[in-house]
């Protein structure tokens, strides 16, 4: 159930929305204009907005812009009537979610309804997990309403204010670093340094002198004495990411710093003491590595006392819209953009397999909003490049055999034919609410058999 505004100058047409709105089971109140809107919105909280265009004194769009203003979660659909699309247009331009052109079908407005207040679910649920987070834990990045995920915020809840070392494992892209950084956060170190090394970024040769410094002339080229990376870590937390890559002599090294909590810097007897929590985090199966002699049993014992395993993205699909959404928000700011996710996008995204986990989910929103065009992020925009010319990943309910291509065609075959439905096979109006050039949008509809 959803609370919803119904606007419009005409008392028929307000009960008749407000009847089958009701008949939904929304909790629907009316406005008999653009200033009794306006005023209502002011002091009272809705999810959703319909609005008619054209109205007496304030309009539609004056109620949209100061609906925006007051509530910018709020959704707002207006109402057209023949031959104002390019008003309709320029709402969805200012910010509603939707339009959708009298007369109309009781099914087609539910659907339009419907789909404007999972979204602002999906908004709202985004922001309250982003202001708990800041509020009770200053951490706001780690997004999702899966078991796993909660499973995951109350374990970093219970060990972060512990010292106990952590290793946190799972596929690459699943958030480790996250996940080590929300330990660091709320922990009693959180105003000391949180120092991150990615092991396999760094060769064999150099990492031992990086992370534990080393004095004058202890090698070619070390003119002075140089602290390490664990001695600005001092008082605060060590992540080391991709512990796995670490050959086994520093890691025997690494096992005494636990330990002992002492290093020695390349070249020099004279141990230091250092206080640091140790954070580690592999995409590898460590008891393999042991069984291969890659890694130290007694160092995978000193690090396994915490552990955290991240589930990957394909196995809590309830968590991609809403993560999907959070980036879509992210990258909108970033880039000063206003989008909204096109037909079939985030149905796509849940069925996608994600090898990369959430940094491929992020990257994908991210290349979607850049590409996006007319306010819209379309199927085409989101879908990576070496997956355009061949299947798609299986999908978690059956792809049916289908190319990536073929959906793709699909979606973009609709939209267009829905299009020029509502403007009664004008190619011109079509093309400027798709977005598309005329020629472009000739093209299309000859490539995909589309006839107005």
Not at 347 to 360: H, I, K, S
């Amino acid at each position: 159930m959803a609370k919803i505004l119904v606007v419009d100058d005409q008392r028929n047409m307000r009960t008749t929305l407000s009847l089958m709105l009701r008949g939904a089971g929304h909790d629907v109140s009316e406005a008999a204009d653009g200033e009794e809107a306006c005023e209502v919105v002011q002091t009272d909280t809705y999810d959703l907005v319909l609005t008619d265009l054209k109205m007496g004194g304030r309009d539609g769009i004056e109620v949209l812009r100061h609906v925006k203003e007051v509530s910018h979660l709020t959704e707002v659909i207006v109402m057209t009537a023949y031959g104002t699309i390019e008003s309709a247009v320029e709402a969805m331009r200012i910010g509603a979610y939707d339009y959708i052109q009298k007369p109309f079908s009781e099914e087609e407005l539910l659907v339009k309804v419907d789909r404007a207040v999972e979204k602002r679910t999906l908004a709202g649920e985004v922001s309250a997990m982003a202001a708990e987070f800041r509020e009770r834990y200053g951490f706001d990045n780690i997004i999702g309403r899966s078991a796993a995920i909660r499973d995951v915020l109350a374990r970093i809840v219970r060990i972060a204010p512990t010292d106990t070392t952590v290793l946190i494992t799972g596929e690459s892209g699943t958030g480790k670093e996250l996940v080590a950084r929300a330990v660091h956060v709320n922990s009693t170190r959180a105003d000391k340094p949180f120092v991150s090394v990615n092991c396999a970024a760094i060769s064999e040769t150099l990492l031992e002198s990086e992370l534990f410094g080393h004095v004058r002339g202890a090698y070619t080229g070390a003119v002075a004495t140089r602290k390490g990376l664990f001695e600005e870590a001092n008082g605060g937390t060590f992540f080391f990411d991709e512990i796995a890559e670490t050959p086994p002599a520093f890691q025997a090294k690494l096992l005494r710093a636990i330990q002992e909590g002492e290093i020695r810097r390349l070249g020099d007897n004279k141990p230091v003491q250092v206080d640091v929590r140790i954070i580690a985090a592999t995409n590898q199966d460590l008891q393999e590595a042991i069984a291969e002699k890659r890694f130290r049993q007694d160092l995978y014992y000193r690090l396994n006392v915490a552990r955290f395993m991240l589930p990957p993205l394909r196995e809590r699909r309830e968590d991609i819209p809403l993560l999907s959404e959070f980036f879509k928000e992210k990258y909108a700011k970033k880039m000063r953009r206003r989008v909204e996710f096109g037909e079939g996008v985030v149905d796509y995204l849940t069925r996608y397999e994600f090898p990369g986990n959430v940094r491929e989910c992020e990257n994908m929103v991210e290349q979607g909003v850049a590409l996006s065009v007319d306010g819209k992020v379309r199927l085409e925009d989101i879908v990576p490049l070496e997956q355009q010319s061949r299947p798609a990943s299986a999908p978690a309910s059956g792809g049916g055999g289908q190319t990536l291509q073929d959906v793709v065609d699909r979606a973009e075959r609709d939209a267009i034919q829905n299009v020029l439905r509502d403007v009664d096979g004008n190619k011109e109006k079509a093309a400027e609410v798709l977005g598309l050039s005329a020629t472009t949008l000739w093209r299309k509809m000859k490539r995909l058999n589309v006839h107005s």
